[in-house]
T-cell receptor, first 114, second 112 residues
Framework: NAGVTQTPKFQVLKTGQSMTLQCAQDMNHEYMSWYRQDPGMGLRLIHYSVGAGITDQGEVPNGYNVSRSTTEDFPLRLLSAAPSQTSVYFC?????????????FGPGTRLLVL | AQSVTQLGSHVSVSEGALVLLRCNYSSSVPPYLFWYVQYPNQGLQLLLKYTTGATLVKGINGFEAEFKKSETSFHLTKPSAHMSDAAEYFCAVSNTGNQFYFGTGTSLTVIP
């Protein structure tokens, strides 16, 4: 199993540009989530999904959209990038939506918005 | 709302010394508690977790943590630090609402 994969590894955007961060998992996990990691702030939840067709907002959802059309994929869209969205983005998945479940993280995407 | 506090954003220990990383949580209901480790330029991986049962939890690489409800703490320890333990450590909590909450992280430096 490849686990959780993320593409691209690194991206530079100009303010106002749009892009999609890809996340895929091959473990048949129900629950998937997106976090951003900023210095001194730990990981903050952006959006999450408890199954295909179901998404919900986390702590910092503004400026981001998600969809979950398949169990495997959970893309994160930035419609109009802003410098405040410069961050490292992590996708994670766990087997079920139960809160005792272990989360498996992807390697991250480093995004720089100029 | 839940929160996680990790005391000390940077901790330095000598190789072979005790490692103690502190985590306190606020929760109105019994929580599930986790410690994750992040090595440079990598994603997070689970060290250990507390869900129910025994309050002393053993994890990978010789780490363990004890859930103390009266102190709302879940501190991470390792008796003898190794150079390979140098990393960033995150405490996390969950209980309701399908969400996990992470602390701000503690960077561990091991001095040879």
């Amino acid at each position: 199993n490849a686990g959780v994969t993320q593409t691209p590894k690194f991206q530079v955007l100009k303010t106002g540009q749009s892009m999609t961060l890809q996340c895929a998992q091959d473990m048949n996990h129900e629950y998937m989530s997106w976090y951003r990691q900023d210095p001194g702030m730990g990981l903050r939840l952006i959006h999450y999904s408890v199954g295909a067709g179901i998404t919900d907002q986390g702590e910092v959802p503004n400026g981001y959209n998600v969809s979950r059309s398949t169990t495997e994929d959970f893309p994160l869209r930035l419609l109009s990038a802003a410098p405040s969205q410069t961050s490292v983005y992590f996708c994670a998945s766990n087997l079920a939506a139960g809160l005792q479940e272990t989360q498996y993280f992807g390697p991250g995407t480093r995004l720089l918005v100029l | 709302a839940q929160s996680v506090t990790q005391l000390g954003s940077h901790v330095s220990v000598s190789e072979g010394a005790l490692v103690l990383l502190r985590c306190n949580y606020s929760s109105s209901v019994p929580p599930y508690l986790f410690w994750y480790v992040q090595y440079p330029n990598q994603g997070l991986q689970l060290l250990l977790k507390y869900t129910t049962g025994a309050t002393l939890v053993k994890g990978i690489n010789g780490f363990e943590a004890e859930f103390k409800k009266s102190e709302t703490s879940f501190h991470l320890t390792k008796p003898s630090a190794h150079m390979s333990d140098a990393a960033e450590y995150f405490c996390a909590v969950s209980n309701t609402g399908n969400q996990f909450y992470f602390g701000t992280g503690t960077s561990l430096t091991v001095i040879p």
